[in-house]
Structure formats: structure tokens, C-alpha cells
């Protein structure tokens, strides 16, 4: 599952959940691969993630290497901050492991 997939999930589903996101990652196996970089892609996708999640679930896997703690001003700009964003959403993928919900603790 790639993180920009995670960063849309929650678990609002189940019962006595009011937010459920974001959802913590159990990592088993993570897989780092090559995507073709699209910055125009990126910088519309941008404004829909929720950035603080996409750290920790980075974080969680290990990877949260050069990845700024905050979206720069003027981000659509910035060459270098597209490929870092790119590499989360699209590079880093979870092969095998649990989401975790937030509020429950429910594998």
C-alpha cells in the first residue's frame, strides 16, 4: 500500500469510532521502488494530504530521512520538495503489516 493511499484511510467503520484517523502502521515488510515522477501530479495532490500523517506513517516505516516537517510556501516551485513529497506518496510502500485504528487499538 502506498502512503498516499494510508493518508486517505481511517476507521470510521467501526463502531465507537468518532475520528479513527490517522491510522498507525505495524510494518512487516516495506518495499522502496522507483515511480515516474509527475510535479504537476504532485502539486495538486498536495493540499489533500494531510501532512503530519504522512510523517509519522514515514516515520513508522522508517524512512522519514529529508521529508520537512511543514509544506514550504510556494511548494508548487519547489523541484526539490516535489521529489521529496513524490518519494513518500509514491515510493514507499507497505508490503505486509497491520493498520491500527487510532481510538480502538483494532488490528
Not at 35 to 47: G, T, V, Y
Not at 60 to 68: A, F, I, S, V
Not at 84 to 103: D, K, R, V
Request: with cysteine; charged share 25%.
Amino acid at each position: 500500500m502506498k502512503l498516499l493511499t494510508h493518508n486517505m484511510l481511517s476507521s470510521r467503520a467501526i463502531k465507537h469510532v468518532k475520528e479513527g484517523f490517522p491510522l498507525q502502521i505495524e510494518a512487516r515488510d516495506v518495499k522502496v521502488s522507483e515511480a515516474e515522477f509527475n510535479p504537476d501530479f504532485i502539486s495538486k495532490i498536495i493540499p489533500k494530504v494531510d501532512w503530519d500523517a504522512l510523517r509519522r506513517a514515514v516515520e513508522q516505516l522508517g524512512h522519514l530521512d529529508d521529508l520537512p516537517a511543514t509544506v514550504p510556501q510556494g511548494f508548487e516551485n519547489n523541484p526539490d520538495f516535489l521529489k521529496q513529497a513524490h518519494h513518500a506518496l509514491y515510493e514507499i510502500e507497505l508490503i505486509n503489516g497491520n493498520l491500527i485504528c487510532p481510538e480502538t487499538g483494532r488490528k
